[in-house]
């Protein structure tokens, strides 16, 4: 196996904000508004689409699609967070902390 690139999160929130602006979708006139309310919406259908790997099965079957889909909600999820003015990184920081001491009972 090759060497790996590490990126940090602001790089690939950099990488996704070159790619839609190269597809248009930030223009005025897109048809593809990037608007907070259509990405929350793209981000759950996304999510969706996780699930149907899942259907009727207890093992990934395509790992690969499974790992599409996945980066699907990721850039979903960055993209809905940098239009939003949120901080993912430290976002996910302070929830890790707010749960840090959390119980969660037994089912």
Known sequence: MGPFL???LKDLEAKMHQFVASKGWYDADS???????NLAISLVLEASEVLEHFQWVDTVKDKQALAGELADVGLYLLQLASVT???LEQAILEKLEVNRDRN???P
């Open 85 to 87: 003015g949120i901080d």
């Open 6 to 8: 590490i990126m940090e």
């Open 31 to 37: 048809k593809k508004e990037q608007s907070p309310k």
């Open 104 to 106: 969660w009972p037994d």
